[in-house]
């Protein structure tokens, strides 16, 4: 079974969203992403690109490894890809 990642991320987003008690409105006004953007992002129907992360975990005051999971990290990572 293949893994929906925007959703699982999405997911997290909301979490960090709601632990942080900021409204869907409140953090698209803090980080200047738009209000349909972040609904889209946590529920997984949009893709959630870095810089757009950075200012989430910023305004939400979580590190960025809140929206990640290390197995995933290492789940994705070919180390074969790696060229020295």
């Known amino acids: 079974m293949k893994r929906d990642i925007n959703r699982e991320i999405g997911e997290r987003v909301k979490k960090a969203r709601v632990l942080s008690g900021l409204t869907l409105k409140q953090l698209a006004d803090k980080t200047g992403i738009g209000y349909v953007s972040i609904s889209r992002i946590e529920h997984g129907t949009r893709a ?17 490894s809140f929206f990640y999971e290390l197995d995933e990290v290492i789940e994705f990572f070919d180390p074969n890809s790696l060229k020295f």
Do not use: H, Q, R, S
């Open 48 to 64: 959630v690109n870095a810089a757009e992360l950075i200012l989430i975990a910023n305004e939400t005051k979580k590190p960025i």
